[in-house]
């Protein structure tokens, strides 16, 4: 099983303390987001978990317990963009954050952190050529701290339209695709970076497997075997994982974000909950998930004594 960590909140960032606990003790439940009263119990031990994909904007208060998570392979899908306050008002300055992201390379290795440039939005404040300039100047920043980048375009979702009409924010059309593109392509490439496109099928670049089976292979030392996950969006590359995060959880307060339907009611989950968001009750049905037993490579160390 790959564990994902996750595409519904930022849990590096906010929730640290309740992921390091859930390893700790070896199991996590998780509410259906579909059904919500059926809920999962989760184990999340050496036996189980092939490894992890930790999703975030802000890995600072994870950084320093990593250690915590030695016997797995794992990496960061680190979605850096140089967005303001104005767009993205739960994030520590971006200097800051470029800054961190090479140290941490420093620490773990750059196969371990995988840079997101994503979402691509445009406004009066956000122009292309604006994007182009922040675009190569991240590029030379985060040189060698990692080999891939990932990029999209901003999807229009029903609940962030009050931010996009406030924010005179839209996706760029086809021909502003194309030409962000062709400079993103050089900036990377001069950089030593393979771009990759998120579900953009109509980009040319290669696809991006967020969770990619064999990024984790190499990192382990062990070949993980993970069917495609068909649950995701057309296009998307990603190998099969199980999510334990929560929607409605992450108060970051981005104005693009898909994963957060009402931000004025999100509220952090305690730290030492068994599951994110609403509490169990006495209507929900907790389950044990069957999950076959792990691979193990001869030898494995996963992170600097």
Not at 72 to 77: G, K, L, M
Not at 152 to 179: I, K, M, N
Request: charged share 25%.
């Amino acid at each position: 099983m790959i564990v994902s960590a996750s595409r519904r909140t930022d849990l590096p960032a906010y929730y640290a303390d309740w992921l390091c606990r859930r390893f700790s003790e070896g199991c996590v439940l998780v509410r259906n987001p579909f059904r919500f009263h059926q809920v999962s119990r989760i184990a999340l031990t050496a036996e189980t978990v092939d490894g992890i994909v930790f999703w975030t904007k802000n890995p600072l208060p994870l950084a320093r317990r990593l250690s915590i998570f030695r016997d797995f392979p794992y990496y960061f899908q680190w979605t850096l963009t140089p967005y303001g306050r104005d767009i993205e008002p739960g994030l520590p300055d971006k200097s800051r954050l470029l800054a961190a992201f090479r140290h941490l390379a420093e620490a773990i290795g750059p196969e371990r952190l995988v840079w997101r440039y994503d979402p691509v939005l445009l406004s009066p404040a956000w122009t292309c050529v604006r994007h182009e300039e922040t675009f190569a100047r991240f590029c030379r920043a985060l040189r060698g701290a990692s080999d891939t980048c990932v990029v999209s375009f901003l999807d229009g979702y029903r609940h962030g339209e009050a931010f996009c009409r406030a924010h005179a924010v839209r996706p760029p059309d086809a021909s502003e695709q194309e030409t962000l593109l062709a400079s993103f392509a050089e900036s990377a490439r001069a950089c030593g970076f393979t771009l990759r496109a998120c579900c953009e099928a109509e980009t040319g670049l290669p696809p991006a497997a967020c969770i990619d089976a064999a990024r984790l292979s190499r990192i382990g030392g062990v070949r993980i075997a993970a069917g495609k996950d068909r649950s995701q969006r057309p296009g998307c590359a990603c190998a099969e994982a199980v999510d334990i995060g929560a929607y409605n959880t992450c108060p970051a307060g981005c104005g693009y974000c898909y994963a957060v339907r009402a931000p004025r009611s999100v509220r952090l989950s305690p730290q030492d909950a068994p599951l994110l968001g609403a509490p169990l009750s006495a209507e929900d049905t907790v389950t044990d998930r069957a999950m076959p037993r792990r691979a193990r490579p001869a030898s494995l160390s996963l992170f600097p004594e």
